[in-house]
């Protein structure tokens, strides 16, 4: 499966985006999917994560401003994101792996989209 990430820009404190994870080449519906961001300098960090049976889980610095979700039907993948904050600036990238899994593991996922860019002025 191929992913395209999209969705990034820039915005100020306090902003939403949307960010947008397409795959093609297979159907998503029995995939897991996750986000990761990495900020310059630092390692790539888990975000959230959907499993193929909808359920979530977010890391703590995204609890109640991050939403993932997923439409099978479009084949895409989400994140919602309200309330950003500056040390929210990173390239976020989307994930996803075939064997089902529940992984806040960049190595778990087998599949990477290129990045997006998101930068939140203060």
């Known amino acids: 499966v191929q992913l395209q990430a999209s969705g990034g820009g820039l915005v100020q404190g306090g902003d939403s985006l949307r960010l947008s994870c397409a795959a093609s080449g297979h159907s998503f519906r029995s995939y897991s999917m996750a986000w990761f961001r990495q900020a310059p300098g630092k390692e790539r960090e888990f975000v959230a994560y959907?499993?193929?049976?909808?359920?979530?889980n977010y890391a703590d610095s995204v609890k109640g401003r991050f939403t993932i979700s997923r439409d099978n039907a479009k084949n895409t993948g989400y994140l919602q994101m309200n309330d950003l904050k500056p040390e929210d600036t990173a390239v976020y990238y989307c994930?996803?792996?075939?064997?089902?899994?529940?992984?806040?593991?960049?190595?778990?996922?087998?599949?990477w989209g290129q990045g997006t860019l998101v930068t939140v002025s203060s």
């Open positions: 994930a996803a792996q075939a064997i089902p899994t529940s992984s806040a593991k960049p190595s778990s996922y087998g599949y």
């Open positions: 959907i499993t193929y049976s909808h359920s979530t």
